[in-house]
C-alpha cells in the first residue's frame, strides 16, 4: 500500500496521498498507508472532520473538490484545510468484494490546484489495478492461514495438544538421522500415567482426560523448545531431546518427575497422588543402527521402572 500510494503521489504531484479503510457504519477510519511516512500503518481518524471521505462512501463514487473555498462540503472544516495548507481533495474508493474487508479509499490532496479528469481519470485506474491486488494479497493469505491451520490440525493430538504419533515418528527419523551424520547426542523419554486405568474406574473417563491433557500442558511448559513431546498412544507421552547427553536426558526425567506429581489435578483430591514412570534413553552411535532401537530401550526402561514400583526414572542399559 505504501508503495501505491508513493507512486500516485509522485504521477500527480500531490501533497497528501494516502489509503483509508472503514469498516461498515464506523466512525472511524484508519489510514493504512500514507506517501509521507512508510512507517505509518495504522492512524485513527474521525470521519465527522473528513466529509469527502463520508460522502465518497454514502455515493460509492469519487469525490473532487475542485477547491476548498467554494465547496460547500467542506466548509465547516476549512480553516482547518487552509492551516493544514489543503486547497483541493479527491477521494476515489476502491472497490473489493470481500466486505469483510470494509470500504478502501484512495484521498489526495494539493496545496495549490484542483484536479483536472485526467487526473482522476488516473487515479480510478489506478484503484482499480490497487483493488486486484489487494484482493489477490487477501486470498493468498487467507489461503495461507487455512493451510497453517490444517497443517497444525494434521500434526497435533485433539486431546492433549501435543504432537500425535505420526509427527512423533518423522520428528524421531529426522533427528536420529542427523544425530547419526553429526555424531551428535540424542536421548528420548517415555512418560507413563501411572495407574491411569484407576482414575478412568474411579473418577471417569472424562475426568481421566482432563488429567491427560493437564499432564501434557505441563510437560510442555517443562521441555525445551527444540524437544519435540508427543502422545506416543493412550496415557503414553514420548519426548524427543536433540542434542542432549545421557546425564541431561536423566535429570531433565527427574525435573519431570517433581512437577508431574505436583498437586491439584482437575477433579483429583489431594489424598490421590498422580505420578508417573520414565524410561530414558540416548544413541549409542556404534550400536543402534535404527531409531526403533532406541525407543526400544526407553521403553524397556519404562518397563523396569513401572516393575520396580513406579513414580521413578530408569536409565535404559543395553546389554
Known sequence: LFV????????????RCSVVRISNGARTGNVLASHDNARLTD???DLSKYPEVTRAIETERTVNILDIDTDPLVASYREDLHKANIRAIAVIPITLHDMNVGSLLLR?????GCFLPRDISFCEIMAEAAANALERAYLFDTIQRANERLEHLAITDDLTGLRNHRAFRESLEREFERARRYKHALSVLIIDLDNFKRINDTYGHLQGDAV??????RIMRIVRKSDVAARYGGEEIVV???????????????????????????????EHPVTVSIGVATLDHDKMLDCESLIRLADSALYVAKRNGKNQAVIGRQE
Open 212 to 217: 491427560l491433557k493437564e499432564l501434557s500442558q
Open 4 to 15: 501505491f500510494v508513493e507512486q500516485v503521489a509522485k504521477v500527480l504531484g500531490t501533497d
Open 108 to 112: 489526495v490532496a494539493r496545496s495549490s
Open 240 to 270: 524427543v531431546m536433540p542434542q542432549t547427553a545421557l546425564e541431561g536426558a536423566y535429570a531433565q526425567a527427574c525435573r519431570l518427575l517433581t512437577e508431574l506429581s505436583r498437586p491439584p489435578y482437575p477433579g483429583i483430591p489431594a
Open 43 to 45: 492512524l485513527l481518524i
